[in-house]
């Protein structure tokens, strides 16, 4: 248990489906991010949140919305999504200090999407 | 660009020593982390180096030479729990706030009795 949750963890939808994808983390960390695995790539960073801003976007596609009510929770929402957005979306989260130290990224494990 | 570049897959048996070497070439570099991940789990932080030299943490060691670009995690005394994959990563952040990990294709151990 790493202190971060993710539902669901097996998600199927058709390309005209809304859905989303919830993280939760227990830890009182105050950063919050989104990957995508897919298979045979490494991990690629997807969004940034810090205290609840978005501080990065690394070029997703405008069908992944992101959402951060607060800083223990984070949503992905996603609509009109393509069949090669089938992948494990990861969450994590970190305590970002304003002197760099470790800064841990703690992740959840995983939402297993399918898109038909 | 960003690269980072790990074996993709090794092999080593139980009671060994296996060593998984990660070379990177990044345009900022703040960090370099080690994690495992075991087949439908998270990731788990293993192992953190920013300076250069060697960081012990019981079974496990990872060493930085930021000058070559490149680091290794050494495992001692192989377990059959250790088959898994090992994901290498550099935060490329210049400095306080948020910054996302660059990742690693990752390398598939596994450990044979």
């Not at chain 1, 949750?5 to 005209?16: A, E, K, N, S, Y």
């Not at chain 2, 087949?39 to 293993?46: D, M, S």
Request: charged share 20%; proline share 4%; hydrophobic share 30%.
């Amino acid at each position: 248990e790493t202190g971060v949750t993710q539902t669901p963890r097996h998600l199927v939808m058709g390309m005209t489906n809304k859905k989303s994808l919830k993280c939760e983390q227990h830890l009182g960390h105050n950063a919050m991010y989104w990957y995508k695995q897919s298979a045979k790539k490494p991990l690629e960073l997807m969004f940034v949140y810090s205290l609840e801003e978005r501080v990065e976007n690394n070029s997703v596609p405008s069908r992944f919305s992101p959402e951060c009510p607060n800083s223990s929770h984070l949503f992905l929402h996603l609509h009109t999504l393509q069949p090669e957005d089938s992948a494990l979306y990861l969450c994590a989260s970190s305590q970002e200090r304003a002197t760099q130290a470790k800064n841990i990224q703690y992740f959840g494990a995983g939402t297993r999407l399918s898109v038909l | 660009g960003q690269n980072i570049d790990q074996p993709t897959e090794m092999t080593a048996t139980e009671g060994a020593i296996v060593q998984i070497n990660c070379t990177y070439q990044t345009s900022g570099f703040n960090g370099l982390f080690w994690y495992q991940q075991h087949a439908g789990e998270a990731p788990t932080f293993l192992s953190y180096n920013v300076l250069d030299g060697l960081e012990e943490k019981g079974r496990f060691s990872s060493f930085l030479s930021r000058s070559k670009g490149y680091s290794y995690l050494l495992l001692k005394e192989l377990q059959m729990k250790d088959s898994a994959s090992y994901l290498c990563a550099v935060r490329r952040g210049s400095g306080g706030g948020a910054d996302g990990l660059t990742f690693g294709k990752g390398t598939h151990l596994i450990i044979q009795p």
